[in-house]
């Protein structure tokens, strides 16, 4: 039986072989599926009795008229390979979002085509050496490499939303690449390789922040990561590698849009040369990077409890220009930190990380929050620091606000967990004046509005992090997305004054006494003592 049937199928790859034809398309514009527009010979008159297929060559050229505009009517359009060399004018290809084309070989567009067409595109196929030649022209959906042949980037490549890649072989040639996400997650053979191309991560609308993804299943896959870049550009990114394969090679992460997340679940480490971060950076699995670059004000790392996270150089801000904190997942559940060799780094707040490896790790000017082990933490030493900002710009983070003394010249470095912060008679100059800590948090131990003058005052915070007691300002307006009240030791005070706090968390192991009123939208008791003392306290939520 089973000679005949391999007969059968040799018979039909023959049939379907002789099939193949050459479309050309004539008569300006018109609907994919209206066999008027499709002639056996460029500008020729005789025309074909069926819409192309997976087998045959279109072509858009010169003979093709002065106005082309095709409309993908079908649900499914197919083609061998489609090229629009030589067509005149501004030719056009339109069609709906629930609309497909279907690339079996090359695709060749022209810088002059308006690509309108909405739906996705699949390059597919058992043909190797195939190109995708875009002309600087925009996939407006999806792109689907899904295919046992091989695609080859011939110039720059831009996609809209995701590229996801099924099968096949796929090499970008050291071409820039512009898409929304990277999904690989089947486990069908792949080569991925991508040389010393750019590729960009990005939500081409402005007003869209979706988290950007790299997402790869390792089982049968190549890749070769070559000396490129991968870059979450404009919001935060994601980068996954699947179970049940060996860890991915990579050259240069950038996560320059927003916060990073790093998520491997083979056994193996999934290892980079450079990881470059400007928001908070989550860890889960195994990783490893050569240089781990964290140079933004205030950053955040953590890593998933259990886990190990490798590096060999780590890059931090300068003494006066910022801080990480870094912690496990999990409260008392240490995570790892693997050094490959010594480091020495600065302004860390390191909590429930067991340091493991080659030489010592030194943190200077840092602060050790508990259940660390494995390093040398050398702290800081706490300040009195005095806003001197008057009518400036009100930037928590502007070291020209502060001062060592009341009224003094500013310049100091900002509070840190170890610093009480004052405002005082001095620090205000007129009424509506400001200080703003919108886009990053703010840390203090103690803090104390007594004696200010020319109220009222925008006091306008996204996160305040206090370790000690905290006074807020009366005569306020602005706001304060979360305070949170961490300080180890007894009897800290609170003073609100009246002023309204959307999320209050008590997450310290001392303890506060209300000194005033408390409103709050959000209350949360993770751990510490909340003594009331008899005072108003008015809240949606309290979680204990």
């Not at 069908?188 to 299943?217: F, I, V």
């Amino acid at each position: 039986m089973l000679r005949p049937l391999l007969l059968t199928m040799l018979v039909l790859v023959i049939g379907q072989a002789a099939q193949a034809a050459d479309y050309y398309w004539v008569e300006d514009a018109g609907d994919w599926s209206e066999l008027r527009h499709w002639a056996t010979t460029s500008g020729g008159t005789t025309k074909h009795k069926a819409v192309p297929t997976l087998n045959d060559q279109v072509f858009f050229d010169a003979n093709s008229g002065d106005s082309i505009h095709t409309t993908i009517d079908v649900e499914q359009a197919y083609c061998r390979s489609m090229n629009w060399t030589g067509a005149l004018g501004a030719p056009t290809l339109s069609g709906t979002a629930e609309k497909a084309i279907h690339v079996f070989g090359s695709l060749t567009f022209v810088a002059t085509l308006k690509q309108e067409f909405k739906g996705d595109f699949y390059f597919e196929g058992d043909h190797v050496g195939n190109l995708i030649t875009s002309a600087g022209r925009i996939f407006n959906r999806n792109v689907h490499v899904d295919g046992s042949g091989s695609w080859t980037l011939a110039d720059s490549l831009c996609v809209f939303n995701s590229f996801y890649f099924v099968r096949g072989n796929f090499s970008t040639a050291n071409q820039q690449v512009f898409t929304h996400s990277f999904l690989s997650r089947e486990g069908n053979q792949r080569h991925l390789s991508l040389g010393k191309t750019y590729w960009t991560l990005r939500n081409q609308d402005p007003q869209n922040n979706a988290r950007l993804e790299w997402a790869m299943n390792p089982v049968n896959l190549a890749l070769d990561a070559g000396k490129s870049t991968i870059d979450f550009s404009n919001s935060s990114g994601s980068m996954m590698n699947g179970a049940g394969g060996p860890g991915l090679q990579y050259n240069v992460i950038l996560f320059a849009g927003g916060d990073a997340q790093l998520s491997n679940q083979s056994k193996q480490s999934q290892v980079f040369d450079t990881i470059s971060c400007i928001g908070s950076l989550n860890s889960y699995g195994s990783n490893t990077t050569t240089v781990l670059k964290m140079l933004n004000v205030y950053q955040v790392f953590k890593i998933n409890s259990n886990d190990t996270f490798s590096l060999a150089e780590w890059i931090v801000p300068k003494a006066c220009d910022g801080r990480i904190e870094m912690s496990s997942t999990s409260l008392q559940g240490q995570a790892y930190l693997h050094t490959t060799k010594a480091i020495a780094v600065q302004n860390l707040s390191i909590q429930d990380i067991l340091r493991i490896g080659v030489g010592t790790a030194t943190a200077n000017n840092s602060i050790d929050l508990g259940n660390n082990q494995g390093w040398i933490i050398n702290n800081k030493v706490g300040r009195d620091l005095y806003w001197v900002g008057k009518g400036g710009t009100g930037n928590w983070y502007e070291r020209a606000n502060w001062a060592s003394v009341s009224g003094g010249a500013g310049g100091e470095c900002i509070p840190n967990d170890m610093d009480n912060v004052f405002f005082d008679v001095n620090s205000f100059d007129g009424p509506d004046q400001r200080v703003i800590s919108r886009d990053q948090e703010a840390y203090c131990k103690n803090m104390s509005w007594t004696g200010v003058s020319n109220n009222p005052i925008n006091f306008d915070m996204w996160i305040l992090n206090a370790y000690g007691s905290v006074d807020l300002p009366e005569n306020k307006v602005g706001g304060i997305s979360e305070l949170r009240l961490l300080s180890p030791d007894q009897n800290q005070t609170l003073l609100t004054r009246g002023y309204h706090i959307y999320n209050a968390l008590l997450n310290g192991a001392g303890s506060w006494i209300l000194q005033d009123t408390l409103s709050a939208t959000n209350l949360y008791q993770r751990s510490g003592e909340f003594n009331s003392n008899g005072k108003p306290v008015t809240t949606e939520t309290f979680l204990c």
